[in-house]
């Protein structure tokens, strides 16, 4: 199977985190998320101990709650001991109403308003990610305003193209996000940082985009921000105090996709850094990354009933489902790969089609070319693995879908973490 969270009883059933996909959906109804607790602490501790092991304590990662965002994400985080990266004052809201601490939040974003920066100040987030000079200003005021000195790390891009996709190509010098290094405007951005008078200057961050696979996007990004640094040291007498180098390691989607050994790139991260410390003559940074969906994508699982099965001869056959764009957007976004498995009994003799959702968008394709049993019919259940990662937080109301309910798995137990949004919610809002 793709992941070892996902298993076959001997009478085909489906089982994900070792509890049975039918069984839940006949408790919870579907569409459903399914989330396996044990295997995002499990991913989380996979960074804790590459990252003490590569840095000792002078190290710490990041969940990018993006990724997947509602209160025990945030419990989960704040037992494991990880720091948060929020891109929205929901999101920081979320965190503290989980009893997440503030002071582990680092709050990103490319457009924060003012009253964005007024919500975090007064709620004491740890840092600000500032991403361009007119946040810079406006967070001084702001700061200045309440007599507090704000810390912050400074986005800029380091101009890398780490091979993604387009839509999660981050690292470039004209993206939208950060400050380029390139152009010289970066230098310029750290010494207007360092005359805020109500802002501490902690460090730089850099992200240079999703789903990196590639072997050298981060040691070559770390190039580039060590050459950086020296040359900040040089002209401005800066020394970088902290480094956070984004998130982006992929994840297995499909049996083609690649595994990540994210210990031994961290290590081999860690290894590059240190040489590069050593011939720049500059200390090691505190080091800080950014995993979204690595630490989420391979703990979902969603589930779906089918509602209909079209076949034309000759043509394309299409399954369709309960669920779709709404609950997963992202092969309408991205073209995203996924596997698709029935979730009852093992295919005997197979059949092409396109899963669809049941949105009234001929573009609602959850994924095409999928292969599910031949007879597969109205009322099957149907499974799109590794959806833990930007379904639930991507999620929309189009064409008044309630959201589907997420059911956590812990160590055989089950408990409903995000309640269905039913017809009364969507409707709260309307006058
Ligand atoms: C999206 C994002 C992340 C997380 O990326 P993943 O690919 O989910 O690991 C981290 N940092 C920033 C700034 C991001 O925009």
């Given at each position: 199977?793709l992941?070892?969270n996902?298993?076959?009883?001997?009478?085909?059933?489906?089982?994900?985190?070792?509890?049975?996909?039918p069984?839940?959906?006949?408790?919870?109804?579907t569409?459903?998320?399914?989330m396996?607790e044990?295997?995002?602490?499990?991913?989380?501790?996979?960074?804790?101990d590459?990252?003490?092991?590569?840095?000792?304590?002078?190290a710490?990662?990041?969940?990018a709650?993006?990724?997947?965002?509602?209160?025990?994400?945030?419990?989960?985080m704040?037992?494991?001991?990880?720091?948060?990266d929020a891109?929205?004052?929901?999101?920081?809201?979320?965190?503290l109403k989980?009893?997440?601490?503030?002071?582990?939040?680092w709050?990103h974003?490319?457009?924060?308003?003012d009253?964005?920066?007024?919500?975090?100040?007064?709620?004491?987030?740890?840092?600000?990610?500032?991403?361009?000079?007119?946040e810079?200003?406006?967070?001084?005021?702001?700061?200045?305003?309440?007599?507090?000195?704000q810390?912050i790390?400074?986005?800029?891009?380091?101009?890398?193209?780490p091979?993604?996709y387009?839509?999660?190509?981050?690292g470039?010098?004209?993206?939208?996000?950060?400050?380029p290094i390139?152009t010289?405007q970066?230098?310029?951005?750290?010494?207007?940082?360092?005359?805020?008078?109500?802002?501490?200057?902690?460090?730089?961050?850099?992200?240079?985009?999703s789903?990196?696979f590639?072997e050298?996007v981060?040691?070559?990004?770390a190039?580039?921000?060590f050459?950086?640094?020296?040359e900040?040291?040089?002209?401005?007498?800066?020394?970088?105090g902290?480094?956070?180098?984004?998130?982006?390691?992929?994840?297995r989607?499909?049996?083609?996709d690649?595994?990540?050994?994210?210990?031994?790139?961290?290590?081999?991260?860690?290894?590059?850094?240190?040489?590069?410390a050593?011939?720049?003559?500059l200390?090691?940074?505190?080091?800080?990354?950014?995993?979204?969906r690595?630490?989420?994508?391979?703990?979902?699982?969603?589930?779906?009933?089918?509602?209909?099965?079209?076949?034309?001869?000759?043509?394309?056959s299409?399954?369709?489902v309960?669920?779709?764009?709404?609950?997963n957007?992202?092969y309408?976004?991205?073209?995203?790969?996924?596997?698709?498995?029935?979730?009852?009994?093992?295919?005997?003799?197979?059949?092409?089609?396109d899963?669809?959702g049941?949105?009234?968008?001929?573009?609602?394709?959850l994924?095409p070319?999928?292969?599910?049993?031949?007879?597969?019919?109205?009322?099957?259940?149907?499974?799109?693995?590794?959806?833990?990662?930007?379904?639930?937080?991507?999620?929309?109301n189009?064409?008044?879908?309630?959201?589907?309910p997420?059911?956590?798995?812990?160590g055989?137990?089950r408990?409903?973490?995000?309640?269905?949004?039913?017809?009364?919610?969507?409707?709260?809002?309307?006058?």
């Open positions: 199977m992941s070892s996902i298993t076959r009883d001997p009478g085909g059933a489906l089982r994900f985190a070792g509890q049975s996909v069984e839940l959906a006949r408790l919870y109804g569409p459903l998320y399914l396996d044990d295997r995002i602490r499990f991913n989380c501790r996979l960074y804790l590459a990252f003490r092991s590569a840095f000792g304590d002078a710490l990662p990041l969940y709650g993006k990724a997947c965002a509602f209160k025990q994400m945030y419990r989960i704040a037992e494991e001991g990880m720091g948060v891109v929205s004052r929901g999101e920081i809201y979320t965190a989980a009893g997440f601490p503030a002071e582990r939040i709050f974003g490319d457009g924060k308003t009253e964005d920066i007024c919500y975090a100040l007064d709620s004491g987030v740890g840092f600000f990610v500032v991403d361009g000079f007119e810079l200003e406006a967070l001084n005021r702001e700061a200045g305003a309440r007599g507090v000195r810390k790390l400074l986005r800029v891009t380091p101009g890398i193209d091979h993604t387009e839509a999660v190509n981050t470039r010098v004209d993206v939208k996000f950060g400050v390139g010289g970066a230098y310029d951005f750290v010494r207007a940082a360092l005359a805020c008078s109500h802002i501490e200057l902690c460090g730089l961050h850099c992200h240079v985009g789903m990196v590639d050298s981060f040691e070559d990004t190039d580039v921000m050459a950086f640094m020296r900040l040291k040089d002209g401005l007498g800066y020394v970088t902290t480094l956070d180098l984004g998130g982006g390691y992929g994840t989607y499909t049996e083609a690649k595994q990540a050994d994210i210990p031994g790139r961290i290590a081999f991260l860690a290894a590059h850094m240190r040489a590069l050593a011939k720049t003559g200390p090691m940074p505190f080091i800080l990354m950014e995993p979204g690595s630490i989420v994508a391979d703990a979902g699982l969603t589930v779906y009933t089918v509602s209909a099965v079209k076949r034309i001869e000759g043509f394309k299409h399954v369709i309960d669920g779709g764009m709404t609950d957007p992202r309408c976004l991205y073209r995203a790969h996924y596997t698709v498995l029935h979730a009852e009994r093992e295919a005997g003799e197979t059949a092409v089609f899963l669809a049941r949105c009234c968008e001929s573009g609602d394709i994924q070319a999928v292969t599910l049993p031949a007879d597969i019919k109205r009322g099957d259940l149907v499974a799109v693995c590794t959806t833990g990662a930007y379904n639930y937080s991507m999620a929309s189009y064409n008044r879908l309630g959201r589907p997420v059911v956590m798995l812990r055989g137990e408990f409903v973490a995000v309640r269905r949004e039913g017809l009364d919610e969507l409707c709260a809002l309307d006058e």
